[in-house]
């Protein structure tokens, strides 16, 4: 493989990955962190040295182990997040070891991919988001208070000017009696 077309296997894998992120963050209360990208470049780099040295089986264990404690020692992912990771790894492995002589076939699996990719997310998101900024609020507990909808919209009014907003319960802490609260605006 010459060094331009590793530079062409890059570049169809980098806009690829764009993107399935541009489509990935279309939510109102939930991104992906843009540092994520970063995992499919790693795999993309990693199967390009591994088609380059010859491994033994005890890497791929080892890589084994190392994504399954990575899984339960880091915070729980969203499934947005999950297929996200799950799609950028599958593309950066597809596009460093696909034979450069069916080229417009790995061009297929792209488009296939994140044409599926795009019309899960537009179906799922059915917009862009509506609310660009957010804000944590804290609202009392006390004993007559219900969590329904209409008293906590009350309660948000009563804390911050704001007509148009949604919210998101975070927590219920009954220890100190407040509702920690996401506020989209």
Not at 20 to 47: A, H, Q, W
Request: aromatic residues 16%; charged residues 15%; contains cysteine.
């Amino acid at each position: 493989m010459d060094l331009n077309e590793l530079i062409g296997r890059f570049l169809l894998l980098f806009f690829s990955i764009l993107l399935l992120y541009f489509f990935s963050n279309r939510k109102d209360n939930e991104t992906i962190n843009p540092l994520m990208v970063i995992v499919g470049l790693c795999t993309f780099s990693l199967c390009y040295l591994f088609t380059k040295i010859e491994i033994g089986v005890g890497i791929g264990f080892g890589l084994f182990a190392i994504f399954s404690i990575l899984r339960f020692r880091t915070q729980s992912f969203t499934v947005n997040a999950i297929i996200f990771l799950f799609a950028t790894i599958t593309l950066s492995i597809l596009d460093i070891m696909y034979p450069f002589e069916k080229i417009e076939i790995l061009l297929f699996f792209q488009i296939i991919i994140i044409g599926f990719y795009i019309a899960a997310s537009m179906i799922v998101n059915k917009k862009a988001s509506k609310y660009l900024n957010t804000v944590d609020i804290k609202i009392p507990l006390i004993s007559d208070f219900s969590l329904e909808n209409g008293n906590i919209r009350k309660a948000i009014q009563e804390k911050i000017n704001l007509e148009d907003f949604d919210f998101k319960i975070v927590l219920v802490n009954t220890v100190s009696n407040e509702i920690d609260l996401l506020v989209f605006y």
